[in-house]
């Protein structure tokens, strides 16, 4: 019998419901004008993950202190802030019979902006927009990783077509390595998996020194990032399995022992290149829906009990030994963060970790005004699992939420009339505005969209697309927006249709 549209393939653990995605809200109609497009067992023996070492901490490896606390911030902050709208990617054309289409998968450097997209990956031009290269991608795309490692290497997962033999989409079986900066491809490699005769499916994959770490419900598998080379996979029989990992500074795996309905989870550090675990920390019985916030420190979220809309309605602080440090509690409907796709480890947005502390988003709340909404940013402690220090963006206009880290500093953007990133001291939470612009995205849920800010250039882009109901104007899957004192670096530019 073959698998259902979208499925992970040949079975090996027993099959549970299926998971819980994020909500994706589809793109909808945008007027504005479009910017050059990303439219669219042998005899060889590979070794499989030893689940082994320490149980809850005790573990060699790995530092004993966070990061560096206030590390000086790269993005200045502007005499004018003012920006505007740069350009656009119209959503291309989707496979046939197909209504939505992932495209999971974007990165930025200081001189190139890549964007996976229905039929292709492309490199454009971060300044002026025009196309660098382009490298084709025949299938969906499950992951990409939000790491570009060594070597400006990034990777994604994706499908050899849009469709089996049989008609269904085709699952994720692909891996592939590229250089950003010229859209080089480097390796393309797949697994097996013990008697499996299909290729064994991923959906999602992290970057960790000369790893990349791909997970899926099947379990984990690990490439050298350069060759290509496997340097484990899943093995048959096995009752433990990676479901994903967290890339970074550590390789962070997400484990899973027991049948399901009464899964065992293991957090841990692994040595990137043997797969060997550095230490191990079990977490309570009954949790759900993990999430790796971040590597160093190690934080992780999930559900204690029911799985919840937003995801990690609690929060696990480990320290360098995978000893727990504190346990921060956020509510469901009390915090606005989103990482509630059960299928995916590495993918929670709107909760950022740096300084020691964890930053996170209040719910929308009525603004003094009356009419617009806003929210805060409170800052927890790692070490005691407490508030500390001010809240952030006291009544301003319009939810923010925070979406990266900039040496000491804390990146948010504001979802007011228009577009705002604002920079929020480590400390105070005090702000100072990056960026503002009075034209917004049209059809992207912030909050829920692949955002990337350097220079003065804020790129959002969405990781599905839909196909239009109606017809109308075009509609976008990456807006561009730019400062004016970028403008001498901006360029006209070229349009191209949204063909793949």
């Known amino acids: 019998m073959p698998p259902p549209p979208g499925g992970f393939g040949p079975p090996a653990p027993p099959s549970p419901p299926p998971p819980k995605a994020r909500r994706r809200t589809a793109v909808v109609i945008a007027s504005v004008a479009a910017l050059a497009l990303v439219a669219g067992g042998g005899a060889w023996y590979v070794a499989a ?21 206030y590390a000086r911030p790269k993005e200045a902050v502007p005499a004018d802030p ?17 209504s939505t289409w992932p495209v999971k998968g974007s990165w930025l450097t200081d001189e190139v902006y890549v964007k996976s997209s229905v039929a292709k990956i492309t490199g454009l031009d971060a300044a002026t927009g025009k196309t660098r290269w382009t490298l084709p991608k025949p299938g969906q795309s499950c992951g990409g990783s939000p790491e570009v490692g060594a070597g400006g290497i990034a990777v994604v997962v994706f499908a050899p077509a849009a469709h089996d033999k049989k008609g269904f989409r085709a699952t994720c079986t692909q891996v592939m390595a590229f250089k950003v900066a010229t859209g080089e491809k480097l390796w393309t490699k797949s697994v097996r998996t013990g008697y499996q005769t299909e290729r ?22 690990a490439f050298d990032l350069r060759t290509g080379e496997v340097r484990w996979k899943p093995r048959s029989g096995d009752t433990c399995r990676d479901v994903g990992y967290g890339g970074g500074a550590r390789l962070v795996a997400i484990r899973t022992c027991g049948e399901y309905g009464a899964e065992k989870y293991t957090v841990q550090d692994i040595d990137p290149t043997s797969g060997k675990p550095r ?13 790796v916030i971040s590597t160093d420190p190690v934080v992780v979220g999930l559900d204690s009990g029911e799985i919840t809309g937003q995801g990690a309605s609690d929060v696990f ?11 921060i509690a956020l509510p469901e409907r009390r915090y606005l963060h989103d990482c509630g ?5 590495n993918d929670c947005r709107g ?14 709340r009525d603004a003094k005004d009356g009419i617009s909404s806003t929210n805060d940013i409170v800052a927890f402690s790692l070490a005691t699992g407490r508030t500390t220090g001010p809240r952030g963006n006291t009544d301003s206009q319009g939810p923010t939420f925070p979406f990266r880290m900039d040496g000491g500093n804390v990146l948010a953007y504001r979802d007011a009339l228009g577009v705002q990133v604002v920079a929020l001291d480590g400390r105070t939470l005090k702000e100072r505005k990056l960026l503002i612009s009075t034209k917004g995205p049209s059809g992207l849920v912030p909050v829920e969209s692949e955002l990337h800010f350097v220079d003065g250039r804020l790129y959002m882009s969405t990781d599905l697309v839909s196909k239009s109901s109606t017809k109308g104007p075009a509609r976008f899957m990456m807006y ?11 360029g006209r530019q070229d349009q191209q249709g949204g063909k793949g």
Request: proline share 6%; charged share 25%.
């Open 279 to 291: 230490w191990s920390h079990k977490l309570p019985g009954g949790v759900k829906n993990l999430n």
């Open 317 to 327: 602080a480990l320290d360098g030994r995978g000893r727990l440090r504190s346990k």
């Open 341 to 345: 796709d059960t299928s995916v480890v």
């Open 49 to 69: 993950r030893d689940g082994g070492g320490s149980d809850d901490g005790g573990g060699k490896g790995g530092s004993k202190k966070p990061g560096p606390a």
């Open 480 to 490: 561009v927006f730019a400062r004016k004192d970028q403008k001498d670096q901006k």
């Open 200 to 221: 064994t499916a991923f959906n999602q994959v992290a970057i960790s020194g000369r790893t990349a770490a791909v997970g899926g419900l099947y379990g984990g598998a």
């Open 82 to 98: 003012r920006a505007t709208f740069h350009g656009g990617a119209p959503v291309p054309k989707l496979p046939e019979k197909e």
């Open 351 to 364: 909760l950022v970790v740096g300084n020691d502390r964890l930053y996170a988003p209040t719910a929308r």
